[in-house]
């Protein structure tokens, strides 16, 4: 049984609309996004996401949500405060990682290349994330790693989000 998890996507606050996604551990332990008809899988509700976890004998380990309307202000506004945390007012490494994780599963899901690891570029703004991130695995105790962003940095992880959207929009279908 492959552990599995439902992604939320939150698409409108103002409209209260989602959807959501399942992201899992394929047989060689890399991680996809269920897909159907060389598209990426989107549900109406986690309820049906999980009906169909149940179906393709998937565990199910958890629900995550990801706010996607935040990411999409950002990229379309550059507006700085969009991709700040809000308890210390750096650049939320977490929420942009998530998505680059995501992302990259995504295109990787459907035979394509996101870039995300090619140049020394997106390695050296993916690390800034990654330990920015300060997972508690990899941060020592009562230490804080908060990366300093150029701006050439930010313009190249915002056009890398904006590709990420922009593929995530043109390979959905709603599952049955």
């Not at 992201?23 to 060689?28: A, G, L, T, V």
């Not at 008809?37 to 380990?61: C, G, P, T, W």
């Not at 899901?109 to 996101?114: D, H, P, Q, T, W």
């Not at 990366?147 to 959905?172: A, D, H, Q, Y």
Request: glycine fraction near 2%; proline fraction near 2%.
């Amino acid at each position: 049984m492959k552990d599995a998890w439902i992604i939320e996507l939150n698409l409108s606050y103002y409209d209260n609309l989602n959807e959501y996604l399942i992201w899992f551990y394929d047989e060689n332990e890399n991680s996809r996004v269920f897909s159907l008809h060389n598209k990426i899988a989107v549900f109406d509700s986690e309820r049906s996401a999980y009906e169909a976890m149940a179906k393709l004998n998937f565990q199910y380990k958890d629900t995550e949500t990801y706010d996607l309307e935040r990411l999409e202000y950002w990229v379309l506004t550059n507006s700085q405060s969009q991709i700040l945390n809000p308890s210390s007012g750096e650049i939320d490494c977490n929420f942009l990682l998530n998505f680059w994780n995501l992302f990259d599963d995504i295109f990787q899901s459907l035979n394509s290349e996101f870039e995300s690891q090619i140049t020394k570029r997106s390695r050296k703004c993916y690390n800034k994330l990654f330990y920015g991130s300060n997972l508690p695995a990899i941060t020592p105790d009562e230490c804080q790693y908060t990366p300093v962003f150029t701006r050439k940095e930010l313009k190249f992880i915002r056009l890398l989000m904006k590709r990420g959207i922009s593929f995530l929009e043109n390979n959905t279908e709603f599952a049955d």
